[in-house]
């Protein structure tokens, strides 16, 4: 008995300091975590999965907030989720590039503005196969008659719209101008006024002399002075047809002579014609029945030049529809154009409308193709 009792004290003893060495919660087999630990690592592994439930939860809350409020948006301005069926027409599969332009302009643009989407056929119209034409209501932004809107015409001397345009624009009518040898070397057979290289004349004679005979040799006179040359001047013409949203309209010369990449389209003369309206000189001119030109040779000999109106409404070869007033307009032809002519004229009402006829076979074709359309502002 005694000789086993140190060995259990000894004993004894190990255990007592194992106990008082071993952390209280701890197990002390080999490789297994402490409680605490689990618990911690517990913890975050479920608030890590709140924090992606709730982000998934707010993704989906906005994703419905943002359809909602674009279903809102789309029914306050008249939408639908479907077009309700149209019959088939097969001009939907042709349409004109031009016209195409046209339904693209901005709203802003075309609010003042007759847009011709399709030919407007008209009853009384005589236009013969081949000939364009138009008939605009200005005030009420009615397209009466259309043919052709947009297919490409030579516009022969209708051209000096554009060129008396700028004139006025950018002309001082009170400078007088020399005629170079340029401007009175011209194609023969070309409706002059008689200028001489050297000749001294104002602009404002250059410009009635322009707009009343549809002199050539005025409206190369007028180019060279205010551009410096005719290719310059050439180039504002086309800069303000763009500006002016002519889309179909090339120029390569300010008089209208032919050129077979000179040319334009019934709504672009339109455009040219409604913005004439701007310049009240345009029409004051555009209305005269003749015009007396006095001028000074280069030595110094005073001519006097009496010169008739191209339109024959103003001079009385053709009588406008009763109850029709011709405010002014240009006439242009050439053998390739034809006969043309457009207007800006008033009903008895004095609402102003825009009439244009290109290509008619012979000037008393013409006259009489126009009447056919002027006949019906009054209605």
Same mark, same amino acid.
């Given at each position: 008995?005694?000789?086993?009792?140190? #060995?259990?004290?000894?004993?004894?003893?190990?255990?007592?300091?194992?106990?008082?060495?071993?952390?209280?919660?701890? =197990?002390?087999?080999?490789?297994?975590?402490?409680?605490?630990?689990?618990?911690?690592?517990?913890?975050?592994?479920?608030?890590?999965?709140?924090?992606?439930?709730?982000?998934?939860?707010?993704?989906? %809350?906005?994703?419905? $907030?943002?359809?909602? &409020?674009?279903?809102?948006?789309?029914? $306050?301005?008249?939408?639908?989720?479907?077009?309700? $069926?149209?019959?088939?027409?097969? /001009?939907?599969?042709?349409?004109?590039?031009?016209?195409?332009?046209?339904?693209?302009?901005?709203?802003?643009?075309?609010?003042?503005?007759?847009?011709?989407?399709?030919?407007? +056929?008209?009853?009384?119209?005589? %236009?013969? #196969?081949?000939?364009?034409?138009?008939?605009?209501? %200005?005030?009420?932004?009615?397209?009466? *008659?259309?043919?052709?809107? *947009?297919?490409?015409?030579?516009?022969?001397?209708?051209?000096?719209?554009?060129?008396?345009?700028?004139?006025?624009?950018?002309?001082?009518?009170?400078?007088?101008?020399?005629?170079?040898?340029?401007?009175?070397?011209?194609?023969?057979?070309?409706?002059?006024?008689?200028?001489?290289? !050297?000749?001294?004349?104002?602009?404002?004679?250059?410009? =009635?002399? %322009?707009?009343?005979?549809?002199?050539?040799?005025?409206?190369? &006179?007028? &180019?060279?002075?205010?551009? !410096?040359?005719?290719?310059?001047?050439?180039?504002?013409?086309?800069?303000?047809?763009?500006?002016?949203?002519?889309?179909? @309209?090339?120029? @390569?010369?300010?008089?209208?002579?032919?050129?077979?990449? =000179?040319?334009?389209? +019934? *709504?672009?003369?339109?455009?040219?014609?409604?913005?004439?309206?701007?310049?009240?000189?345009?029409?004051?001119?555009?209305?005269?029945?003749?015009?007396?030109?006095?001028? @000074?040779?280069?030595?110094?000999?005073?001519?006097?030049? @009496? $010169?008739?109106?191209?339109?024959?409404?103003?001079?009385?070869?053709?009588?406008? +529809?009763?109850?029709?007033?011709?405010?002014? !307009?240009?006439?242009?032809?050439?053998?390739?154009?034809?006969?043309?002519? &457009?207007?800006?004229?008033?009903?008895?009402?004095?609402?102003?409308?825009? /009439?244009?006829?290109?290509?008619?076979?012979?000037?008393?074709?013409?006259?009489?193709?126009?009447?056919?359309?002027?006949?019906?502002?009054?209605?």
């Amino acid at each position: 008995m005694t000789s086993n009792s140190p #060995q259990r004290t000894s004993a004894a003893s190990a255990r007592g300091r194992q106990v008082k060495n071993a952390r209280p919660g701890h =197990h002390t087999a080999r490789g297994a975590k402490p409680k605490v630990q689990q618990s911690k690592s517990a913890r975050i592994k479920r608030l890590r999965r709140k924090r992606i439930r709730n982000t998934i939860l707010l993704v989906l %809350l906005l994703a419905v $907030l943002c359809a909602g &409020a674009g279903f809102l948006v789309y029914t $306050l301005k008249g939408g639908t989720f479907s077009s309700p $069926l149209q019959p088939y027409q097969a /001009s939907r599969e042709f349409v004109n590039t031009f016209t195409s332009g046209e339904d693209q302009r901005a709203k802003t643009f075309a609010a003042d503005l007759c847009v011709v989407r399709k030919d407007v +056929p008209l009853e009384s119209a005589t %236009l013969e #196969q081949g000939q364009k034409g138009l008939l605009l209501d %200005l005030d009420n932004k009615k397209v009466l *008659y259309s043919r052709g809107a *947009y297919e490409r015409v030579y516009p022969a001397s209708i051209t000096k719209i554009m060129t008396g345009m700028l004139a006025l624009k950018y002309g001082n009518l009170d400078e007088t101008v020399t005629i170079s040898q340029e401007n009175v070397t011209l194609e023969e057979g070309s409706q002059v006024c008689g200028f001489w290289a !050297g000749d001294r004349v104002t602009m404002d004679q250059l410009v =009635h002399c %322009l707009l009343v005979y549809s002199g050539n040799d005025a409206a190369a &006179a007028i &180019a060279e002075h205010i551009a !410096g040359s005719t290719s310059a001047f050439v180039d504002m013409m086309n800069s303000y047809a763009a500006e002016l949203g002519c889309t179909g @309209t090339n120029f @390569t010369n300010p008089h209208g002579l032919q050129d077979e990449n =000179h040319y334009t389209t +019934p *709504y672009d003369i339109y455009l040219m014609l409604k913005e004439a309206l701007n310049y009240p000189q345009f029409t004051e001119i555009t209305q005269m029945p003749s015009y007396t030109v006095n001028y @000074t040779r280069e030595d110094g000999t005073p001519v006097t030049t @009496t $010169l008739e109106a191209t339109d024959h409404y103003l001079i009385g070869e053709a009588t406008a +529809p009763k109850d029709v007033s011709i405010l002014g !307009g240009k006439t242009g032809t050439t053998n390739l154009a034809g006969n043309c002519l &457009a207007l800006l004229s008033q009903n008895a009402y004095g609402k102003p409308f825009v /009439s244009i006829v290109m290509g008619a076979s012979s000037k008393e074709l013409l006259y009489q193709q126009m009447n056919s359309l002027l006949q019906n502002i009054n209605n």
